[in-house]
């Protein structure tokens, strides 16, 4: 009895300074944290204001969805100069270049006059958002009291909260003016500008500096190029969602950011709570599996909802939230271990090949829709998953965690 005592009091006394540690952070960590806050932030921002910038600028939904497509190209191309430039200038001057470049480019983009020029202020801020997030775990992990778990579950709970809080954001100030939130969005990475320059110590380079073909190169690993290859085809599935259902909604700002407030909530929970418990219970592989087929689902209903049922479609949104929030983190999670190469560089040809299901989703999703109706792009959506499927399903005996 007394043996059981003893294990019951050191297992509340580790799982208190476990909590302790996770707290006890020094100010350079929490001041990356948030700036992460608001960069996640930038994914889902424009979503509640999209219809109001094509009304504004008369373009069509196909123009607007560029918005999307701009950011994410250059990110996902950015993402194979990132750790290029870290490993040369250190990780404290790659923030603070990104968080420049958005500042500058999101400032552009609230005084853009025409649909052309802020596609290509996106753009710009795509490359700030790839330099800043590509470094921020790292510089996390480098600083962070508790050990690289802590720190990771710091960022992810950074991830989680900047995508839901986005269309809250893009919704609260958009409502009152559209150009608002990217002035917003601005002020807000100034400000993080700021205390990073103060805040956050120098870093130091890395003793082998990272070259331009590595992260190229980590994708000859089988393992890699499946869970890459699985995930491009998810990140059509997961941004046909986030952009082009805005315009199928018929609400106003408040109402879109409203739904996927809601649906970034879900996102952000399934993502830190939910998946440590179905990886013990299932397995990783097992896990993406079955959710990806609860994606391909959900899909098909939002299919066959567009056009003729508003509500089924919201409760779908919000559905399906909680389904990306497990997939975002456990492809991130193979992405990190199926290889024997680097972190930062598997982790840079992963996000290079994911990002561009992110670029493709919007523009081909808004051309289905204009073209064969709203249902379309949901279809086709749903097929791409199904694809994502096979490719696990056929790597399968390469998608195991080395380290």
Known sequence: MSVEHSSLQEAEETLHEEKVS??????AVWA???AAVFAFMGIGLVDPILPAIAKNLQASTSEVSLLFTSYFLVTAIAMLITGWVSSRIGG?????IGLGLIVIFASLAGLSGSVSQLVGF????GLGNALFVATALAVIVGVASGGTA???ILYEAALGLGISLGP???ALLGGWQWRAPFFGTATAMAISFIALMVLLPKMPRPAVKTRLRDPLLALGHKGLRFTAGSALFYNYGFFTILAFTPFILGMDAYGIGAVFFGWGICLAITSVFLVPVLQ?????VNVVIATLIGLAIVLALMGLAAGHSVPLVVVMVVLSGALLGVNNTLYTE???GVSDAPRPVASAGYNFVRWMGGALAPFIAAQLGEHFGEQVPFFAAGVAIVIGIGVVVMGRKHLTVSH
């Open 334 to 336: 193979l992405a990190m």
């Open 280 to 284: 013990r219970r299932f397995g990783t």
């Open 122 to 125: 996106r753009a710009g801020w």
């Open 150 to 152: 802590t720190a990771i």
């Open 92 to 96: 404290k001057k790659t923030l603070l």
């Open 32 to 34: 990356t944290a948030i």
């Open 168 to 170: 809250l954001l893009g």
């Open 22 to 27: 996770m707290l006890r952070q020094p100010v």
